[in-house]
């Protein structure tokens, strides 16, 4: 009996439902999948098939006519909750491929009203005989059958799963191969030693004898999560079967071998490592493409972590100089992002002894994507060597980088050369890198000066605010008039750190007049940024320091002609507020909030709502001014809310229903 009878019957006839012809490309029918694709009711059977009785079947009808009664009442209620049932199943067939999406994705509705049995014997084929659909429906399947072994039975039965996803395993498409091998890897994590050696194994087998090369690279995949659950046996012929892989005649096969083979070797002991796979490994690190030779980098990496010191030394440090010297910049990019991680593997003896000079010889490349990662592993290099070491052979080249051609080069510099300041200290600090910082503050790019300024932090660690004060100081004031208002802004989210280390009496000699001059940039998110520096700054210095400093200047914003200064001041005034006193905010911000109310333009008007609405929060939660919201505040809104703006009218009866 078959999937598809359910369709018509479900829908409350005997016709044929949204019948395909055996050939429809959509649903890719074969002479199994026409189980699926078949009239006649499916869904119905697939509720009732475990008692053996199908409603509205011959077999189903009674003698009498008062049964027959009740068996239409329950077939009609059956039919009634298989409908949704029935339309997932057309919908898999469906010449609409979104239609088909939605379908895969409740395969396990479909599955699970099927029961275990028929979900074996009639879905999962189906499935396999679907595999000339379109691409992402291709996808979809591959990821709903990575969990799909509870609607097949459990574990015991999750060798059912194989089949489709190898048949998906071997398609074009290297995002659905890709998917496949995952859900591949998910469902062998519960198969038995038994099942791997019955299924799997063979199923590798024919991936990695396929034809066509797309079986043979996502069969290198699949070797690390069979290699822990087979015989010692099956173990060698894997690494055979994978040395085979390594030695492919396609490039692409022996790339995603490399790929694939940090991985596997996690799976080996060392002696295994060494006699089976170490000589192709090699093999692999000089093969004639460029792309093959970049991915045993990460091999390498996993390889060190396995050998000895010694054996680190011996065999894989020639193999890392050959690589970090390749002709190809993009192998030498790969040795150069995974520097740090290879040092460590090689330990520290080795790294001083014989690592130092291909460190300096990628961080002179003369490709300036090599120099921008290398720089990138500078400090975690740097940590590793000693300092003296540091000084004669890295500092040099961080010099000559700072001068580089290429600007994002010195962006690069920039974000990392702070990182060396733990690593040589303060005095060596100040001697050698301060002076390094001053030309980068200068540069004529933006990002460079932006990115020195957000890693200054690091440097103030090691050296103190005011030694870093007293040198950046100018250029800092200089940079906070910067063309660029990333700059600017930059230079505003670094202030609350200086101001907290400078004191008060530093920062308002200094910097007050700086930070009151952003209130009126012409950027809006650098007045945004302006007002927010207050608060923090209010934070840190208290909210008397507030009252008599910086309150009269935002105040006599509240009187300049330009619209914008009056919207800032009532800004300002509404971010500092929940950082000042309530007496404060009654004697001096409520007064001046309330003499714009009036105002002639409608955008400063709803701001005034907005900001009464804040202080009304602020004001009415301390005895002493809580009188001031019913006898000030709310007058001024109820005065807003009959506004001819609509604008200003939606904020007011906003505030008015806080208050």
Not at 261 to 282: G, H, R, S
Not at 361 to 386: C, H, N, P, R, Y
Request: with cysteine; hydrophobic share 45%.
């Amino acid at each position: 009996m078959e999937i598809d009878q359910a369709a018509s019957t479900a829908n409350g006839n005997n016709q044929p439902a949204s019948k395909l012809p055996d050939n429809a490309p959509s649903s890719g029918s074969s002479p199994q999948s026409a189980q699926v694709t078949a009239d006649g009711p499916a869904p119905q059977r697939a509720v009732v098939a475990e008692t053996g009785s199908l409603a509205g079947s011959p077999a189903a009808a009674s003698p009498s006519a008062g049964n027959d009664g009740l068996d239409a009442v329950h077939r009609t209620t059956e039919e009634q909750e298989l409908y949704p049932i029935a339309v997932l199943v057309d919908e898999l067939k469906n010449e609409d491929v979104q239609h088909r999406l939605n379908a895969i994705q409740n395969l396990g509705t479909i599955a699970m009203a099927l029961g275990p049995q028929r979900t074996r014997d009639e879905l999962i084929p189906f499935l396999n005989d679907s595999i000339d659909d379109e691409d992402e429906v291709l996808l979809a399947v591959a990821g709903e059958l990575a969990g799909f072994s509870e609607y097949v039975g459990g574990p015991e039965y999750a060798h059912y799963l194989l089949n489709p996803l190898e048949n998906l395993a071997a398609v074009e498409e290297v995002l659905v191969r890709d998917k496949a091998v995952e859900s591949l890897g998910k469902v062998v994590a519960v198969l038995s030693p038994s099942q791997v050696e019955h299924y799997f194994i063979p199923l590798l087998k024919r991936l990695t004898s396929g034809e066509w090369f797309t079986s043979r690279i996502s069969a290198t995949g699949l070797y690390a999560a069979a290699y822990p659950k087979c015989s010692n046996e099956q173990k060698t012929e894997l690494r055979s079967l994978f040395a085979q892989l390594i030695q492919d005649d396609t490039p692409m096969v022996r790339r995603a071998a490399a790929k694939a083979l940090a991985d596997f070797a996690k799976q080996l002991t060392k002696e295994q490592l060494t006699a089976n796979i170490m000589p192709l490994f090699i093999k692999l690190t000089t093969d004639d493409q460029d792309t093959v030779r970049l991915l045993t980098v990460e091999d390498l990496v996993q390889i060190s972590r396995i050998f000895s010191t010694e054996e680190n030394r011996s065999t894989l440090l020639p193999i890392l100089k050959s690589l970090g010297q390749d002709k190809s910049w993009r192998v030498r990019y790969m040795v150069a992002s995974n520097f740090a991680q290879l040092c460590d593997s090689f330990g520290e003896a080795i790294t001083r002894d014989e690592l130092v000079n291909l460190f300096v010889s990628l961080i002179k490349d003369s490709e300036g994507e090599v120099k921008m990662v290398t720089i990138g592993q500078a400090s975690a290099f740097g940590k590793m060597i000693d300092e003296l070491t540091v000084l004669d052979k890295l500092l040099p080249c961080v010099k000559d980088l700072v001068i580089d051609t290429n600007q994002h080069v010195r962006a690069a510099v920039a974000t990392n050369i702070s990182g060396l300041a733990p690593i040589l200290g303060k005095d060596l600090t100040i001697e050698y890198l301060l002076p390094l910082f001053l030309q980068l503050l200068k540069d004529d790019f933006p990002d460079v000066r932006l990115n020195i300024i957000s890693k200054l932090e690091n440097v103030n660690q090691v050296i103190g605010v005011e030694r870093l004060s007293q040198s950046l100081l100018p250029a800092i004031v200089e940079l906070a008039e910067d063309k660029q208002w990333r700059v600017r802004l930059a230079i505003i989210e670094y202030i609350p750190l200086l101001a907290s280390q400078l004191g008060v009496g530093f920062f308002d000699e200094k910097l007050l007049n700086l930070c009151m001059s952003w209130l009126g940039d012409a950027v809006f998110s650098i007045r945004d940024a302006a007002t927010t520096n207050l608060r923090q700054l209010v934070e840190i210095f208290g909210s008397e320091w507030a009252k008599s400093t910086v309150i009269p200047q935002v105040m006599k914003m509240a009187q300049n002609e330009n619209y914008l200064y009056r919207m800032t001041t009532l800004f300002a005034l509404t971010t500092m507020a929940g950082s000042l006193t309530p007496e404060i905010v009654k004697e001096t911000v409520l007064p001046t909030v309330l003499g714009l109310k009036d105002d002639s333009i409608p955008n400063v008007r709803f701001n005034v709502a907005k900001s009464l609405e804040v202080l009304a929060s602020i004001l009415k939660h301390d005895a002493a001014t809580a009188e001031l919201v019913p006898s000030q505040v709310a007058p001024a809104l109820q005065k807003l809310s009959d506004d001819a703006d609509v604008d200003v009218k939606w904020f007011a009866n906003k505030a008015l229903l806080s208050v």
